[in-house]
């Protein structure tokens, strides 16, 4: 059964960046849908961006140019560098996957595997 850990947060100030990773194990990612998701304290959880299977890209507004995602199928890992990171990109950030044939979606509920978590915190 696939799993997820991600890595990567921290403590950051702000203008500064971060790249987190998200890796599997058990399974292989290349057949996989793959977003990354953040939540704040007493918000919802919010979809960043995603990436599919075929490698296309969906981004939220808020993160637009400065964020990007990526991913190494033969290292089994997806990435989300984060330049520019602002106050507002504090949160909990999760990397999940599913499997879809249409592409992938940024909305959380589609999701069934996730991981544990890492936290990003952005403050002088």
């Known amino acids: 059964q696939l799993q997820l850990v991600e890595s990567g947060g921290g403590l950051v100030q702000p203008g500064g960046s971060l790249r987190l990773s998200c890796a599997a194990s058990?399974?292989?990612?290349?057949?996989?849908?793959i977003g990354w998701f953040r939540q704040a304290p007493g918000k919802e959880r919010e979809g960043v961006s995603c990436?599919?299977?075929?490698?296309?890209?969906r981004y939220a507004e808020s993160v637009k140019g400065r964020f990007t995602i990526s991913r190494d199928n033969a290292k089994n890992t997806v990435f989300l560098q984060m330049n520019s990171l602002t106050p507002e990109d504090t949160a909990v950030y999760f990397c999940?996957?599913?499997?879809?044939?249409?592409?992938?979606?940024?909305?959380?509920?589609?999701?069934?595997?996730w991981g544990q978590g890492t936290q990003v915190t952005v403050s002088s």
């Open positions: 058990s399974a292989t990612l290349d057949r996989y849908n």
């Open positions: 999940a996957a599913e499997i879809r044939p249409t592409g992938c979606l940024r909305a959380p509920s589609v999701y069934n595997t």
């Open positions: 990436i599919s299977n075929r490698g296309s890209t």
